[in-house]
């Protein structure tokens, strides 16, 4: 028996209640006399975030966001999809059944995201279908490939069509999308966005009847552009350690009260709204529904005292109140030692003009620029006074494809970085000073079964991600205690980027302008298609 103010999210009033719970459920909820200083909220719902951009297990993150009254998530598992297609589902389904968190799962639409880079999978159709066939998965996972929608590509269209069959709705993925197109992407069953960074992109996706998430992550965060618009869910897209150690849906909802929205708006954009339109038999104080329920101080800073799911107490204080143990996983990675020499550009002439990677800090864009290097002993030399520096992707899954270029913009005066995470097929990613730092940089990742690594004076600092190369079985606290000295030793080491293997992880992603780097060669995005290092 729960007692204390209830928000009726149906009439929008507080007052003092008594709410009987039995068998997991909520049986009844009478209005009753007394004072109380907590409010009774339903359980916060995370409508899309991508679980592995925590670097954490299901099970640990759960155990990061339970204490700040998250109770359920829809999480797309894309990314660790790329790696391993239907049993690295399965490995995020198993382990997150360990932990009280609800977690429900979209089927990923879009793997391999293109097909100008070396993935671990590919879901076609018939996988499509056996996920949607789930019940723990409760839509088409979003659809970043917006051009394919709008060209009517035949397998984009037949797992849409497939989500339909499902009754699961389509999340959608449409970064400034506008005009016919975007009525087109609409018109074929697509209902929601997270993507919209500008209020007139929002008005606009709104009018013409889509659901618009307000994104508040770690790398996005577009809360205060698009407050005013009225979406129907506030989420986070990602959410790195370091952010939640310091809270989640809690944390947005402050924020999202201070801005101006009305308290009730603002709950309902994490509990009803989601779990009506997935289909969630959670999301309100009402009889028949599960008893996942929050209880705060107030309704501007939500300072969450207590969280139940099935009506039972799982966390109270900041504290969860059960034992996380992270399920273990085989070793994904296929691939030899690297050489120094498997870093090297070669060329006959005395000097070489190169296109360049041009970093912009804070953003997945980048911008393509030119340098002349000097070559010695037939091998282009980078220039660190210029800070052109040499990248190479590392294929991971058994072909053993390098790729090299230039980059501008890591500041890097020593050593070298790499990491496996590298959206979206999470290939090996290293940037370095030279080719040496670089090899040992590469097979400290192999043998660490992937996360994050700099080396520089024969030193290496790391921070293990053994779960697909993309997530620690540690808690959020180690793994952004190690984060943390990782940036420090990059800072120490030259770079002026606030996170340079975030920054790094992106140089790969052939879906966003302008010039990018895959196992296979240097991207140029706009015009869709390889170009060489040597102009």
Known sequence: MLKGNLLNLFTEEIYPAEVEIQDGKIKCILEIKGEFKNYILPGFIDSHIHIESSMLTPSRFAEAVLPHGTT???????????????????????????????????????????????????LGPEEIDE???????????????????????????????????????????????????????????ISTDHECSILEEALEKKKLGMKIMIREGSSARNLEELWSVGGEFLVSDDRHPEDLLEGHLDQTLK?????????????RMVTVNPASHYHLDIGSISPG???????????????????????????????????????????????????PSDFEI???????????????????????????LKIEDNILKPDLEGDILKIAVVERYGANNIFNAFVNGF??????????????????IVVGTNS???????????????????????????????????????NAQDVSNQLTHLHNVVEDMGSNLTSPFMTMSFMALLVIPRLKISDKGLFDVESFQFVDVLK
Not at 138 to 155: K, Q, S, T, Y
């Open 72 to 122: 359920a998530v829809v999480a797309d598992p894309h990314e660790i999809a790329n790696v391993l297609g239907l049993a690295g589902i399965n490995y995020m389904m198993r382990d997150a059944s360990t932990v009280p968190l609800r977690f429900f799962f979209t089927a990923p639409s879009c793997v391999p995201a293109t097909p100008f880079e070396t993935s671990g999978a590919v």
């Open 131 to 189: 996920l949607l066939r789930m019940d723990d998965i409760v839509a088409l996972g979003e659809m970043m490939n917006f051009p394919g929608v709008i060209g009517e590509d035949p397998i984009v269209m037949e797992k849409i069509k497939l989500s339909h069959k499902h009754f699961k709705p389509v999340d959608g993925h449409a970064p400034l999308l506008s005009g016919a197109d975007l009525c087109k992407y609409i018109a074929a069953g």
């Open 255 to 267: 924020k999202t009260v201070q801005l101006g929205m009305d308290p009730v708006e603002a709950i």
């Open 289 to 339: 529904k599960r008893a996942d329920v929050v209880i705060v101080d107030d309704l501007e800073k939500f300072k969450v005292k207590k969280v139940l799911i099935d009506g039972k107490l799982v966390a109270q204080e900041g504290k969860v109140l059960f034992k996380v143990q992270p399920t273990p996983i085989e070793n994904t990675f296929q691939l030899s030692d690297t050489k």
């Open 346 to 372: 070669y060329s006959n002439a005395n000097k070489a003009k190169i296109r360049v990677i041009k970093v912009i800090e804070g953003q997945l864009l980048t911008e393509e620029s030119e340098a002349t």
């Open 411 to 428: 500041g890097l005066k020593e050593g070298a970085i790499a990491s496996s995470v590298a959206h979206d097929s999470h290939n090996i």
């Open 436 to 474: 040496q730092d670089m090899a040992v940089a590469v097979n400290t990742l192999k043998k660490n079964s992937g996360g994050l690594v700099a080396v520089r004076d024969d030193e290496v600092h790391s921070l293990k991600l053994p779960i697909a190369g993309l997530m620690s079985t540690m």
